[in-house]
Protein backbone atom coordinates (compact mmCIF):
# COMPACT_ATOMS: atom_id res chain seq x y z
CA UNK A 1 0.00 0.00 0.00
CA UNK A 2 1.11 3.03 -1.00
CA UNK A 3 1.22 5.83 2.37
CA UNK A 4 1.75 9.95 1.98
CA UNK A 5 3.98 10.68 5.18
CA UNK A 6 3.76 14.63 5.89
CA UNK A 7 5.56 16.59 7.99
CA UNK A 8 6.84 20.42 8.62
CA UNK A 9 3.39 22.26 9.83
CA UNK A 10 3.30 24.30 13.03
CA UNK A 11 2.33 27.53 14.54
CA UNK A 12 4.41 31.24 13.00
CA UNK A 13 4.16 34.88 13.24
CA UNK A 14 2.41 36.15 10.42
CA UNK A 15 5.53 37.28 7.87
CA UNK A 16 7.23 34.09 9.02
CA UNK A 17 8.20 30.62 6.91
CA UNK A 18 7.62 27.20 6.95
CA UNK A 19 8.41 24.06 4.86
CA UNK A 20 6.61 20.91 4.75
CA UNK A 21 7.41 18.03 3.51
CA UNK A 22 5.57 15.13 2.15
CA UNK A 23 7.41 11.35 1.47
CA UNK A 24 6.06 8.60 -0.01
CA UNK A 25 6.47 4.38 1.19
CA UNK A 26 5.38 1.58 -0.85
CA UNK A 27 5.64 0.33 -4.44
CA UNK A 28 5.04 2.84 -7.02
CA UNK A 29 5.81 2.25 -10.48
CA UNK A 30 5.28 6.07 -11.19
CA UNK A 31 4.34 9.29 -9.92
CA UNK A 32 2.00 11.46 -12.43
CA UNK A 33 1.89 14.43 -10.08
CA UNK A 34 2.08 15.19 -6.29
CA UNK A 35 1.17 18.34 -4.71
CA UNK A 36 -0.26 20.14 -1.74
CA UNK A 37 -4.28 20.85 -0.70
CA UNK A 38 -5.34 23.02 2.12
CA UNK A 39 -8.45 23.01 4.13
CA UNK A 40 -9.70 25.55 6.42
CA UNK A 41 -12.42 25.60 9.30
CA UNK A 42 -15.61 25.93 7.48
CA UNK A 43 -14.47 25.97 3.80
CA UNK A 44 -13.22 23.66 1.09
CA UNK A 45 -10.45 22.22 0.57
CA UNK A 46 -8.52 23.83 -2.39
CA UNK A 47 -5.53 23.46 -3.97
CA UNK A 48 -2.40 25.00 -3.07
CA UNK A 49 0.01 23.97 -5.27
CA UNK A 50 0.96 20.84 -8.03
CA UNK A 51 3.79 19.36 -9.09
CA UNK A 52 3.77 17.22 -12.40
CA UNK A 53 5.98 13.95 -13.56
CA UNK A 54 7.35 16.68 -16.19
CA UNK A 55 8.48 19.39 -13.47
CA UNK A 56 5.21 21.08 -14.79
CA UNK A 57 4.03 23.09 -11.67
CA UNK A 58 0.67 25.41 -10.36
CA UNK A 59 -0.34 27.37 -8.03
CA UNK A 60 -3.41 29.07 -6.40
CA UNK A 61 -3.55 32.68 -7.10
CA UNK A 62 -3.35 33.28 -3.54
CA UNK A 63 0.12 31.79 -2.88
CA UNK A 64 1.63 32.59 -5.85
CA UNK A 65 4.91 34.21 -4.93
CA UNK A 66 5.13 32.94 -1.79
CA UNK A 67 5.43 29.36 -2.30
CA UNK A 68 7.42 26.93 -3.92
CA UNK A 69 6.89 23.13 -4.41
CA UNK A 70 9.64 21.20 -5.25
CA UNK A 71 10.07 17.52 -5.59
CA UNK A 72 12.94 15.24 -5.43
CA UNK A 73 12.41 12.05 -7.43
CA UNK A 74 14.65 9.86 -6.03
CA UNK A 75 13.50 9.98 -2.41
CA UNK A 76 9.98 10.07 -4.10
CA UNK A 77 9.34 13.21 -1.53
CA UNK A 78 7.92 16.72 -2.20
CA UNK A 79 8.23 19.93 -0.20
CA UNK A 80 6.45 23.07 0.31
CA UNK A 81 8.38 26.14 0.96
CA UNK A 82 5.99 28.80 2.43
CA UNK A 83 7.40 32.02 2.82
CA UNK A 84 5.53 35.73 4.12
CA UNK A 85 2.91 33.68 5.73
CA UNK A 86 -0.49 35.28 6.25
CA UNK A 87 -3.31 34.53 8.80
CA UNK A 88 -5.16 33.41 6.07
CA UNK A 89 -3.08 30.72 5.10
CA UNK A 90 -4.12 28.77 8.28
CA UNK A 91 -5.19 25.48 7.31
CA UNK A 92 -4.55 21.69 7.59
CA UNK A 93 -2.42 20.90 4.81
CA UNK A 94 -2.77 17.68 2.95
CA UNK A 95 -0.11 15.97 0.27
CA UNK A 96 -1.76 14.73 -2.41
CA UNK A 97 -0.85 11.88 -5.41
CA UNK A 98 -1.64 10.63 -8.27
CA UNK A 99 0.47 7.31 -8.79
CA UNK A 100 0.42 4.42 -11.18
CA UNK A 101 1.26 1.28 -8.75
CA UNK A 102 2.52 -1.29 -11.55
CA UNK A 103 2.77 -1.01 -15.35
CA UNK A 104 -0.23 -3.38 -15.74
CA UNK A 105 -2.09 -1.18 -13.75
CA UNK A 106 -5.04 0.03 -15.89
CA UNK A 107 -5.98 3.11 -13.81
CA UNK A 108 -3.88 5.35 -11.36
CA UNK A 109 -4.78 5.59 -8.01
CA UNK A 110 -5.21 8.86 -6.02
CA UNK A 111 -3.49 8.95 -2.67
CA UNK A 112 -4.03 11.67 0.61
CA UNK A 113 -1.73 12.26 3.38
CA UNK A 114 -3.13 12.66 7.17
CA UNK A 115 -3.05 16.33 7.09
CA UNK A 116 -0.62 18.94 8.97
CA UNK A 117 -1.76 22.07 10.84
CA UNK A 118 -0.44 25.12 9.74
CA UNK A 119 -1.32 28.31 11.99
CA UNK A 120 -0.30 31.86 11.21
CA UNK A 121 -0.91 34.47 13.89
CA UNK A 122 -0.95 38.16 13.40
Known amino acids: QVQLVESGGGLVQAGGSLRLSCATS????????MGWYRQAPGKQRELVARVTSGDSSNYADSVKGRFTIEKNNAKNTVYLQMNNLKPEDTAVYYC????????????????WGQGTQVTVSS
Open 96 to 111: HAIIRRTACAPTPSEY
Open 26 to 33: GSIFYTIT
